[in-house]
């Protein structure tokens, strides 16, 4: 709840009850307990005037607080009521605010908490009340008449609170719901807007790229025939060619459309083939990589999936990260049951930075420690592709630190989702 407007709220309550004290005691000249009808006004005040300079600068109160300070006042409306004829009082009605407040932007259990609160109160307001201030002879209602009001007020704040709490409910879910669609579109775009500069790139860097492997070419043919095998000088003017045409391949993946992509012999395959598959992309010299496949003690078959370029890319794209940083040792588990299916990437280097764990996923936020990132430019993309990559196919992805050292990323699907992918 807002500080600001709860506070606002209740300064309107306390002048509505001046302004009804005054007109009843000075307009109509009504005889009412003057003094302890201004001590409990004087008493919310001082705790409003409290709460406005206690909570200074903030702008929510804590479920707590706000729950506290409205039961304070629905107590402190009784009271009121109390000393002023109880039910008879036509203001009864208003202890109805403080729940209906409590509905709109309180939990359930808080709004429970309040009505249960009310309708106790106004149970005890049936059973002791001074009289109204009547003019003699005066009107005392009927007690038929008064237990009728006595059940309409308590109806009133159960059906109130929960028509009132059902809609908050569904409007909160509905303002989640927008959010989250608003979030799913803007990393839409963000990466839609990668895919033009990759694409840009590509074109862009082909030139350059294939100047340097032709003079890399020229500069081979230069060498002297004499020059040994194992000479320094030949083997890195042959890194330089052969890391140039890797270069330049990689570029042609970025610039390649969606309905440019590789066909794929099977059209459907086991998940565990999938991984495979994206693995078998990767250079991993002097590292150990295994992939192993997790039995089922339910022993349901392991599903099978669509050879998706997006979802082969978003594994690529993890086990890469893997690869890169890994010491000695990266591990693929491939897992399921009958109702979930995931796959489990460990690897054995410094992890992720415990500060940024969070936030993985966003662009731009580079996933390993300043030292591990020396190793090479990062730009803190590859985690944020592909995480949305893979959200097209219905996978959710959790990041880690693993106790005994080094990062693990497990990648759950649904398996009717993951089945479902055609």
């Known amino acids: 709840m807002r500080q600001p407007s709860l506070v606002f709220i209740r300064w309107v309550a306390i002048l509505g009850q001046v302004m009804a004290l005054l007109v009843v005691d000075l307009a109509l000249g009504y005889q009412l307990p003057v003094v302890p009808v201004s001590l409990i006004i004087g008493a919310s005040a001082a705790l409003n005037l409290y709460a406005a300079l ?10 707590g607080v706000a729950r506290a300070y409205l039961a304070f006042d629905l107590l402190q409306l009784t009271a009121l009521l109390a000393l002023t004829g109880g039910l008879n009082n036509p203001f009864t009605l208003l202890m ?3 729940v209906v407040v409590s509905a ?17 109160a106004a149970t005890a307001l049936a059973i002791w009340h001074l009289p109204l201030p009547w003019a003699a002879p005066g009107l005392e209602l009927p007690p038929v008449y008064l237990a009728g009001i006595w059940g309409s007020l308590v109806v009133a704040i159960v059906f109130i609170a929960a028509y009132v709490s059902s809609l908050a409910l569904e409007a909160r879910r509905m303002q989640a719901a927008l959010s989250a669609t608003q979030i799913a579109l803007a990393r839409e775009q963000q990466l839609s807007a990668l895919g033009g500069l990759a694409a840009a790139a590509a074109h862009e860097l082909g030139s350059p790229l294939g100047t340097i492997a032709v003079a890399a070419r020229e500069m081979e043919r230069e060498l002297p025939p004499d020059l040994p095998a194992d000479s320094p000088l030949r083997e890195d003017v042959a890194l330089l060619r052969s890391e140039s045409q890797r270069c330049r391949g990689i570029l042609a993946e970025l610039a390649r459309q969606p309905s ?10 086991p998940l565990s083939a999938l991984v495979e598959a994206a693995l078998q992309r990767q250079t991993h010299d002097g590292l150990e990589v295994t992939a192993t496949r ?37 591990e ?11 796959v489990e990437i460990l690897d054995d280097g410094p992890g992720f930075e415990p500060t940024i764990l969070g936030a993985l996923g966003e662009p731009y936020v580079s996933a390993r420690p300043a030292k591990a990132r020396a190793l090479g ?29 080094g990062a693990k990323v497990v990648i759950r699907w649904e398996r009717d989702t993951l089945e479902a992918i055609d």
């Open 104 to 120: 709109a932007t309180l939990s359930r259990r808080s709004t429970a908490v309040l009505s249960l609160l009310a309708v106790s």
């Open 96 to 98: 109805l605010a403080p």
């Open 54 to 63: 206690s909570h200074r600068g903030a702008v929510w109160l804590t479920e």
């Open 377 to 405: 430019d990062n730009m803190g993309l590859g985690i944020f592709i592909a995480e949305r990559l893979l959200a097209h196919s219905g996978a959710r992805i959790s990041f880690a630190n693993r106790a005994s050292g």
């Open 294 to 330: 997790v039995t089922d003690p339910e022993d349901a078959p392991e599903p099978e999936t669509a050879y998706s370029p997006e979802t082969l890319r978003g594994l690529e794209a993890l086990i890469q990260n893997a690869i890169q940083f890994a010491r000695h040792r990266v």
């Open 260 to 269: 440019q992509d590789f066909a794929h012999p099977f059209h459907r395959l």
């Open 332 to 342: 693929l588990r491939t897992g399921w049951t009958a109702r979930e299916a995931s």
